[in-house]
């Protein structure tokens, strides 16, 4: 038996198990092509962008660290919209009349870094936990359609009044067709969505150096 055969003999519950699989398998692809495109533009833009911003700030030019962060050609950076936050608001604070203290002014900057920090990582982190839950239910998934496609197999034996392997072959491969498709689409989504993690990981390290690189220079600047 081919499949399109062992598909034609399936009932309405193993196809419908099928479909669901089928779109749990759809969902994981689009998802992992989508991030893998983000972080690979994040990393390629941060690049180039790290070195600009540092070459800004060592010469003094805020207004041109901030028109270059907030610039389209690193919207997928993440390091452009972490030390972006911090810039505008070490700028608003300054423009504003400069009546807070040191220790203030560097309160308010770290907290305005942090709070796009958790953004920032929160917009990295959209779409994977779905992966996560792809490849942990998949396989009960398609185990349903086996444990669905057995039964019939057997009520067919009962209906008939025929035993013996030869009865039940044919509708137990079809049933384990079902566990067959669950796992072809749990295993790369797991390995994507472990491969994603850890991007996002090293993401998060970036953010964390950055910030702590912006805040230590404005306590230079302001010293």
Request: hydrophobic letters at 45%.
């Amino acid at each position: 038996m081919d499949l399109i055969e062992m598909w034609n003999q399936m009932g309405w519950v193993a196809k419908a198990v099928a479909f669901i699989l089928f779109f749990m398998s759809m969902w994981s692809v689009g998802v992992a092509v989508e991030r893998v495109f983000t972080y690979t533009q994040a990393r390629n833009q941060s690049k180039l962008y790290a070195p600009q911003v540092a070459k800004h700030l060592k010469e003094g030019r805020l207004k041109d660290a901030i028109a270059i962060s907030s610039s389209k050609n690193y919207r997928y950076s993440h390091l452009a919209k972490v030390v972006l936050a911090g810039l505008q608001e070490y700028q608003f604070q300054q423009e504003s009349g400069g009546s807070l203290s040191r220790e203030d002014l560097m309160d308010t900057v770290r907290r305005s870094i942090q709070r796009a920090s958790a953004l920032t990582a929160n917009d990295l982190k959209k779409g994977v936990s779905a992966l996560a839950t792809i490849g942990s239910t998949a396989p009960f998934v398609g185990l349903l359609g086996t444990v669905v496609g057995v039964i019939s197999a057997f009520q067919g034996i009962a209906t008939s009044g025929s035993g013996g392997i030869g009865a039940v072959s044919a509708g137990i491969s079809e049933a384990l067709v079902e566990t067959a498709l669950g796992l072809v689409v749990a295993i790369p989504a797991v390995w994507f969505y472990n491969y994603l993690t850890g991007r996002i990981e090293y993401f998060n390290v970036e953010m964390d150096n950055s910030s702590s690189e912006l805040v230590d220079y404005f306590i230079k600047k302001t010293a």
